[in-house]
């Protein structure tokens, strides 16, 4: 095997890489659209993605059932807006939407972005992939990148599956909420994209949280979990009034700020504020994140 | 030896504990921080609770025990004079219920006097509604009280420096204090009457208050639910009176009545005093008649009219000195707008500094958003600092409101948004917007006995319902309707809308309830404020055709409608609020002659700490990105600074490693000290007992590991983690490790495309030779075997040729034949100036693949060079020999010879420096025949006459 290989190791290095092998360029490592499809090949991946399509029929499917029991339904914003997710496509969107908010998508963030690094370090391909070498850093950045990717498109997912589901089942008719009057179609869409927007900028929180944890644990479950379950523990802090101001520092505080974006005129004070709490403490985590994945020995 | 605090133990021991300090620590910060943030706070000054008795009643020789508390800021004496506060509570509180507001005012440096009103709680005496004579003079006794007091600054003798504050009936108070004493310096009355008499008996065509309709469902709240029924409006508005009384701003006392303490329902109420008659309560005799025969007919006498004027400031207003901050909501269906606007006028027609605020709350809105009740405290303490305090600037005249803008999402509360104007407008606006009603003539039926009755709001339901018009509703037949055409622009209207109707009744007379709705494009109408204007036409024709005009004045809102929205102006023979008429009627409505005339005034928002916010948000995007700029160019450089010379005494050595050491931060060394090259051509194996270093040689290797001391030059490049130069060495160090979903081939593959290298320099075909997995490469690593899953790993180390091949354990699941291919396959690799490092426990791998060996125990090279040459230095040999019994004593008898437990059929003997020939010369002389003398050249034994027998240990120094 050695004859037809005697200057693959020998050539010189391409230009600006010394002492590398050829052809080896430590920016040219792990491009992402590799990381992309190593992701993609995953069946946590795809049973995630399809879990966001699959959600909102199911709920379309549920709502065939539903009969004219009207009391069940509860009261307050939650049972307006399940009585509202049957006016239209935009409305059903915005409740499957609701629905998924507080748990479902948290746990699908936690899980692109608690597993990513994690996982290699469980299989074990963590360290060749450091040996190739690509840097540490890129390796991070590409890996939270295609994370934070796969979040971004399982939101879209889901809500554009419950916009087309719903809009075929229910027709195209403005948004209504009970704290608004009701927002033409074209400003509807318009309204439902600032509330996807505003709600990956809170889950960044989450993703900081899981990546971070990621990055310090070699078990994925761990990592995974451990996001999901500060952020719960967020969450129950969060109903204690008592805590006062404190509760305004929990990363959880702000998640629901999103409704004031249903009423008119749109209220933007909560999400401002939401905005600035998740993007600092993504900021922090992903901070730690980088700064100790660069120094520590890789172990697993 | 055996002592549990060996120096190893502490030494190891030490960084995980100072790491579980630091970690403790820092808990511990955030626990304080956290305590520190909820803490309440700790109280700047002491209150002192007594029982006074003053003097007061029409002759002022008339006692009565008024329950108070007098908070005194800490550091107030007789040498540091406080001004004071006069805090009044509103109708149906005690001094209890104004106790927040008296700590943040006492807290602002006042010594702040509360006391419960005569009638209520534990005070003595009768209600006697802000009676000059009675609740006015026990004020005037308390500024006495306060002059006498010598930490209370005085203006003269006897004339203390006092401001007086209070909401709804203690903002009547003030304004009457204000006019009968002039020692108060200045008040500040929120949400209260101008004119008691018109605030129960509104006419909003400006009839006379004996024609007003009597708004029943306030004053029986007032009445009723004090002085009978026991429990008052609690259900209504479900909030608990001590905590947060329904309907006033928060610097404000409660409003009256807070619920659930009407006169006579406070626990321990002195019993003294209090009337036989049931149907009074502690209403004082002449205040309860007036009532009862108000309640009775739905018509007010001259008299009852009269003893509500003379609780009124209507007709003292010209005698108001002290500078005035008046204070009124929005949603109030009680004391609407229009009272404030009518006591704004009256005190400032003498000059006296008058400042008007409207907020969004009121009787029915309760203290509004935060930002409302934020405002009101600052005008508050703005008026007393200046006025009372004499700090800082002369507050000004300009006029403050706020609108509500929408819902909070998170609180679910209202949001306002406040607008300040350099002058008070008044009413009227200072421009209008007309829009035209239509609709035809209707008749509408006046119900017997007022019932059903339109709702228009629900007294403490809260500002909600007022809001979104959930409770207000009409009854098909007992009103009539015009609307508008949707409106082209939106409008602020902010002020009294004005409106004409015609009525005619078959009686001559109507009782009319005329209502302005916003409504919505979908048809939903809200009632803003639920604010209605009752009318009682007299002297009306029996038809339309001949009824004139009359022009209602509609209550003063604050509201926004939408472009697209309509009003629609309706008249309603009935509400729950006021007292119909019982008889059944019918009447006919008409429109009038104009269209409805609405006030707008030009205004401009008062930023609020949202604008703060953004740009704190718009701060902290460029700082990350600022951030992230000078960390990637600090990589950079320092990258570019990094030594990328070539170390000219290695240049063409694949690997040379010096003085290698690595102690792992809980102390432990699992190199203390490598040294060792490998050259081009060579297979070198690195050979030690488990626990000597190798793998973590191999990990430093990699560029996994961080090497506490000492350097690795792979072809002269210093290697670090990271280094450009990894890229010429292919390993597998501590097993394969694979992406288990994915196949052989694809596993290779992805770890090619990962290091962005040329796709035809991986040599595939060459590398799956090698890993011979056959067709087994299509599935899924998963499902591979342990032997599988190595070859692979060899394959993947080999992808691209790299000129230094670095295996841990290769043969490690290997069957025989696998491993004397991978043998060969590896002395094939060291050509053409490539090296191999093997790394193994297994002598014979080592002995039969490698050409060189590196023997590490405890973190040390114990010997290094040709396999031939470790192996030649042991000193053993075997000797086959016909008896061997015999020879075991011959040789034994020689000095220094040893002979080996070992030996299997043969004897395996330690020379120890004997020449072999000497050895064999004395068996044979002895007579024992020998077949064979081979010389031990096996690994084993160099290895464990290197290593020493004993290798426990070795990994847990």
Redesign the interface.
């Known amino acids: 095997m050695g004859e037809s290989s005697s200057s693959a190791g020998t050539r010189p290095a391409a230009a600006g890489t010394v002492g590398a092998a050829a052809g080896y360029r430590p920016s040219a490592t792990l491009p992402f659209w590799v990381e992309f499809r190593r992701q993609a090949s995953r069946r946590r991946t795809q049973l995630a993605l399809g879990f966001m399509v699959l959600l909102p029929l199911i709920i379309l499917i549920a709502f065939q059932f539903e009969t004219n029991n009207e009391e069940e339904n509860g009261g307050g914003e939650f049972g307006s807006l399940i009585d509202l997710a049957t006016t239209g496509g935009l409305n059903f969107t915005l409740f499957s939407i609701f629905v998924s908010a507080s748990f479902l998508l948290v746990v699908v963030v936690a899980l692109f972005c608690g597993d990513t690094v994690a996982s290699e370090a469980s299989w074990g391909s963590l360290r060749y992939l450091l040996a190739v070498p690509v840097p540490r850093a890129r390796l991070l950045a590409v890996k939270l990148l295609v994370a934070l990717s796969y979040s971004a498109l399982a939101l879209l997912l889901l809500a554009g599956t419950a916009l087309l589901a719903g809009t075929l089942r229910y027709g195209w008719s403005p948004l209504r909420s009970t704290v608004a009057a009701q927002i033409e179609p074209g400003e509807g869409v318009l309204r439902l994209l600032g509330v996807l927007g505003y709600l990956a900028v809170v889950l960044l929180a989450v993703a900081g949280l899981a990546f971070l944890l990621s990055v310090v644990t070699d078990a994925a479950l761990g990592a995974v979990g451990g996001a999901v379950l500060l952020w719960i523990l967020s969450s129950i802090l969060d109903q204690i009034t008592a805590l006062g101001v404190v509760r305004d520092f929990l990363p959880t505080h702000y998640s629901t700020a999103w409704l004031g974006l249903l009423s008119t005129p749109v209220q933007t004070d909560d999400l401002v504020r939401g905005a600035i709490s998740a993007i600092s403490y993504a900021t922090l985590f992903w901070g730690l994140a980088f700064w100790r994945f660069t120094r520590k020995d890789i172990t697993s | 030896m055996r002592s549990p605090l060996s120096a190893a133990r502490i030494r190891r021991a030490l960084p995980t504990g100072r790491r579980a300090v630091a970690a403790s620590a820092a808990v511990a910060l955030l626990a304080g921080l956290?305590v520190w943030?909820?803490w309440p706070d700790r109280p700047g000054f002491r209150t002192e609770s007594a029982m006074l008795t003053v003097r007061s009643g029409p002759d002022g020789d008339e006692p009565v025990d008024l329950d108070t508390t007098f908070y005194l800021p800490d550091g107030a004496s007789a040498d540091r004079k406080v001004p004071a506060v006069l805090l009044a509570h509103g109708f149906g509180g005690t001094k209890e219920s104004v106790r927040a507001d008296a700590e943040d005012l006492a807290g602002r440096g006042y010594a702040v006097l509360a006391w419960t009103a005569r009638g209520f709680g534990r005070s003595g005496g009768q209600i006697h509604l802000d009676n000059p004579d009675y609740e006015v003079r026990d004020g005037q006794r308390l500024l006495d009280w306060l002059a006498a007091r010598p930490e209370i600054r005085t203006d003269a003798e006897g004339d203390p420096r006092v401001g007086v504050v209070g909401g709804s009936y203690g903002g009547g108070l003030a304004l009457l204090l204000a006019a009968q004493d002039q020692r108060v310096d200045a008040i500040v009355p929120m949400i209260t009457w101008n004119d008691l008499a018109r605030s129960f008996l509104p006419e909003s065509t400006g009839g006379e208050t004996t024609r007003g309709v009597f708004k029943s469902g306030w004053a029986g709240i007032f009445f009723g639910g004090g002085g009978n029924t026991g429990s008052g409006p609690a259900g209504l508005s479900g909030n608990t009176a001590a905590e947060q009384p329904e309907g006033a701003p928060a610097s404000a006392g409660p409003p009256s009545p807070a619920p659930g303490q009407g006169p006579g329902t406070a626990p321990g109420a002195p019993t003294t005093g209090a009337i036989g008659d049931p149907s009074c309560g502690r209403f004082a005799a002449d205040v309860c008649a007036a009532y009862l025969r108000i309640a009775a007919t739905g018509r007010a006498d001259q008299a009852a009219v009269d003893l509500l004027r003379r609780s009124s400031p209507a007709g003292v207003l010209d005698r108001i000195a002290a500078p005035t901050l008046l204070v009124q909501g929005a949603a109030d269906t009680l004391f609407p707008l229009t009272e404030a606007d009518a006591n704004a006028r009256g005190i400032a027609a003498n000059g006296t500094p008058v400042r008007v605020a409207w907020f969004t709350g009121g009787h029915d809105g309760g203290s509004g958003p935060r930002s409302d009740s934020d405002r009101v405290k600052f005008l508050t303490a703005q008026w007393l600092d200046h006025y009372v305090a004499g700090e800082g600037a002369a507050p000004g005249d300009d006029f403050t409101f706020s609108r509500i803008?929408?819902?909070?999402?998170?609180d679910?509360g209202l949001?306002a948004t406040g607008y300040r104007r350099t002058d008070y407008p008044g009413l009227a606006g200072d421009a209008r917007r007309e829009v035209a009603l239509a609709g035809p003539p209707q008749p509408v039926a006046n119900p017997p006995g007022g019932n059903p009755a339109a709702i228009s709001s629900l007294p403490f339901a809260g500002s909600l319902s007022s809001l979104l018009g959930g409770v207000a509703g009409d009854i098909p037949g007992q009103h009539a309707r015009f609307e508008s055409e949707p409106l082209t622009e939106a409008v602020d209207v902010v002020g009294s809308p004005t409106v004409r109707i015609r009525a005619a009744s078959a009686t001559g007379e109507a009782v009319v309830f005329v209502k302005l709705y916003d409504v919505?494009?979908?048809g939903?109408a809200t009632l803003p404020s639920g604010l209605v204007a009752p009318v009682r036409l007299t002297g009306l024709p029996e038809t339309v055709d001949a009824a004139q005009p009359v022009t209602v004045t509609l209550p003063a809102i604050v509201h926004r409608v939408?472009a697209g929205h309509r009003l629609r102006l309706v008249v309603a023979t009935s509400d729950q609020a006021y007292t119909t008429p019982t008889a059944p009627t019918v009447y006919t409505v008409a429109a009038g002659d104009a269209p409805v005339s609405l006030p707008t005034v030009t205004a401009t928002p008062i930023p609020?700490e949202?604008a703060l916010?953004?740009w704190?948000?718009a701060g902290?995007?460029a700082a990350?990105v600022v951030g992230l700029v000078v960390v990637v160019a600090v990589?950079r450089r320092r990258h570019r600074r990094q030594d990328?010379s070539?170390h000219p005494g290695y240049a063409g050595t694949p690997l040379a490693v010096r003085n290698l050491r690595k102690a792992?931060a809980d102390g432990f060394v699992a190199v203390s000290n490598v040294d060792f090259e490998v050259h081009p051509g060579q297979v070198v194996g690195l050979l030690g007992p488990n626990g000597a270093g190798k793998t973590t040689t191999l990990?430093v290797l990699?560029?996994?590991?961080?090497p506490t001391a000492g350097e690795i030059y792979?072809?002269?490049?210093r290697l670090v983690?990271?280094?450009?130069?990894?890229?010429?060495?292919g390993?597998l160090?501590?097993?394969?490790?694979?992406?288990?979903?994915?196949s052989g081939l694809?596993n290779l593959r992805?770890?090619w495309?990962?290091?962005?290298?040329?796709w035809e320099?991986a040599?595939f075909d060459?590398a799956l030779?090698?890993a011979g997995l056959g067709d087994s490469v299509h599935r899924k690593t998963r499902k591979y075997s342990h032997g599988m899953r190595q070859r692979l790993a060899i394959a993947?180390a080999m992808l691209?040729?790299?000129?230094l091949l670095v295996l841990d354990e290769p043969t490690d699941g290997l069957d025989p034949p696998q491993i004397a291919e991978m043998r060969r396959v590896l002395q094939?690799?060291a050509?053409?100036?490539?090296a191999v490092l093997v790394s193994s426990h297994l002598l014979a791998e080592v002995e039969q693949t490698c050409t060189h060996a590196v023997v590490v125990n405890k973190g040390r090279i114990v010997a290094s060079g040709p396999v031939e040459e470790i192996v030649g230095e042991s000193p053993s040999v075997l000797f086959d020999v016909s008896d061997p019994d015999a020879a075991r004593e011959v040789l034994d008898r020689l000095e220094g010879v040893r002979v080996l437990p070992d030996g299997e059929g043969g004897l395996v003997v330690d020379t120890n420096g004997t020449a072999r020939s000497e050895v064999v010369a004395e068996l044979v002389r002895a007579g024992v025949g020998v077949d064979r003398v081979v010389p031990r050249r096996r690994l084993e034994d160099a290895f464990l006459a290197l290593v020493g027998e004993n290798s426990r240990g070795s990994g847990d120094r």
């Open positions: 956290v943030a909820v803008a929408g819902f909070d999402a998170m679910r949001v919505d494009p979908q939903g939408e609020t949202a916010w953004r704190v948000l902290l995007l990350i990589v990328s070539i792992y990990r990699m560029g996994l590991t961080q792979v072809f002269g490049h983690p990271g280094s450009p130069v990894l890229s010429r060495i390993s160090v501590e097993g394969p490790g694979f992406l288990p979903h994915l694809d992805a770890y495309r990962a290091t962005g290298r040329p320099d040599h060459q030779e090698i993947q691209g040729l790299p000129e094939r690799y050509t053409d100036g490539r």
